[in-house]
């Protein structure tokens, strides 16, 4: 047997140059390839995908950071987590190309880059594709606002936005809590998100399959609280129903039961609740009957526990049992970095329970939201947003539209340390500025004549007006 037909044989040799032929022919069907090293820099990029990229050559690419090159890539993802992504749809230059990612392997298995085709540049084969696509999320905003109306949690960790330090290191304890059984108590102000951050417990915990059942202690009155959590028993009493109730414990079992502001529980229901978090039973109203249940409690607050426990408001064996892992959510005032994120996540849901399409918000917008000090935190914000595209007729949300709706007296102009010269401030706040002093210096310019200053800056004297009450701006005794 000569050496080339032993080569034919060999399975090593074989899937060797399968793969160099599959290379290759991706190669030229393709409209584009492009490859990087484990540590994201460009190390091949063909001459096909030059064009669509803006280079001449391509020593342009090569050894520059993917991003670089192209803006928001997945492909330092693929190269760092060694997972493909088989089909999707990216955006440059303006154009939709449909593109796969793939990563490169050593010998022995190890991930050393990643290598991305571009297999088309035009859309138009793909359509009845795309609109499939288009009426699977369609259905699935469908299921979400259904699921939201059932015994189901909704929002995972990706709904709790956020990359400050607060936000990070609530979502850092709660995924620890996710992973086990034990009880956890949620502390923080009204409207930071205590059960969103709840359901994303749930949803990533082994219960997930199973009922969420959540609870406001404080909507209850006293006198149903009992039968509410443990159920009744057959004409338990007086008007009772015939055939029994189950308590939320029961509905919830195998799940999860959310205590909304547990600090208003009444103190005789509390020994109650204590027992069934220690032996995992309950007792009905009016029954003699004890019964197991296998449920997480997650309770939430929004008043100082501790100090209730040091009025005689609560109980401090209960406070012990419901403070094995604590997780403190941040107001949002102290988050407003990440505002942007916040406030794109909130505009999406809002499109998709409503028919705001296409909602977005502006530089000016994001400017005006981060004066404001938000007592009522995420709930205040979301309703804000909600408010301004229900006004709006283009769904676009400017700095006006916002400053129309937050209440009188928000100050949101920049403040004094921040025109500072030489400070360094955030785009949007940057972008108000200049807007403020342009407006200024039309002023200055024309004397104070606002007719002439408006028309400096082609806008109408009306608009100007508008601009001069969003900056806190006098247009003195000037002539108009």
């Known amino acids: 047997m000569s050496a080339s037909s032993a080569s034919i044989s060999d399975p090593a040799y074989l899937r060797a140059r399968a793969m160099e032929t599959l290379f290759e022919r991706l190669e030229k069907l393709c409209e584009g390839a492009i490859a990087i090293d484990r540590g994201g820099r460009v190390v091949y990029v063909n001459e096909k995908y030059l064009a669509a990229l803006g280079l001449k ?30 089909l999707d749809i990216m955006e440059l230059g303006g154009e939709q190309l449909v593109v796969t990612r793939m990563p490169i392997e050593d010998e022995n298995g190890t991930v050393i880059g990643a290598i991305g085709f571009v297999l088309y540049d035009h859309l138009e084969s793909l359509k009845p594709l795309l609109a499939r696509v288009a009426q699977l999320e369609s259905d699935l905003r469908l299921a979400r606002r259904q699921l939201s109306n059932a015994r189901a949690a909704r929002f995972t960790f990706a709904d709790y936005v956020g990359t400050t330090p607060g936000i990070a290191q609530a979502k850092q304890l709660a995924s620890r809590a996710a992973r086990q059984s034990v009880t956890v108590l949620l502390t923080g102000e009204t409207g930071t998100g205590k059960e969103m951050l ?9 219960r997930a399959e199973k009922p969420f059942v959540s609870v406001n202690v404080a909507a209850i009155p006293d006198t149903l609280i009992e039968s509410e959590f443990f159920g009744t028993a057959p004409g338990a009493y007086t008007g009772a129903d015939r055939r029994g109730r189950e308590g939320k414990f029961r509905i919830a079992d195998g799940g999860t039961l959310f205590l909304d502001e547990i600090g208003e529980m009444p103190l005789q229901l509390q020994a109650k609740l204590l027992r069934v978090l220690q032996e995992r039973e309950i007792e009905p109203l009016g029954s003699d009957k004890i019964s197991r249940v296998d449920v997480r409690v997650v309770a939430a607050t929004n008043v100082d526990l501790r100090k209730r426990v040091s009025d005689g408001a609560f109980r401090p064996d209960l406070y012990y049992r419901l403070n094995v892992l604590s997780i403190d959510l941040p107001p949002l005032r102290q988050c407003l970095d990440d505002l942007p994120d916040i406030c794109a996540r909130l505009l999406e849901d809002i499109s998709a329970s409503g028919d705001y399409v296409k909602a977005k918000i502006t530089p000016s917008a994001l400017s005006a939201l981060a ?21 709006s007729d283009s769904g ?78 006098a247009a003195g005794s000037a002539s108009v």
Do not use: C
């Open 371 to 391: 004066r404001y000090d938000w007592p009522g935190n995420v709930r205040e914000l979301r309703n804000i947003l909600e408010r301004a595209l229900i006004l």
């Open 396 to 473: 676009r949300l400017t700095g006006e539209d916002v400053a129309r709706i937050l209440p009188v007296g928000t100050d949101v102009r920049p403040t004094a340390s921040e025109r500072t010269a030489g400070a360094v401030v955030p785009y949007a706040e940057a972008e108000a500025e200049f807007e403020k002093h342009t407006l200024e210096r039309a002023l200055t310019a024309s004397n104070g004549q606002i007719s002439e200053a408006a028309k400096m800056l082609r806008i109408s004297r009306a608009t100007f007006y508008k601009k001069l009450a969003k900056f806190g701006l």
């Open 198 to 206: 709840a359901q994303a417990i749930h949803n990533a915990s082994s």
């Open 57 to 86: 050559r391509t020593s342009e690419a090569i050894g520059r950071p993917i991003e670089e090159v192209i803006p928001n890539s997945l492909m330092r993802k693929v190269a760092e987590t060694g997972e493909p992504i088989l």
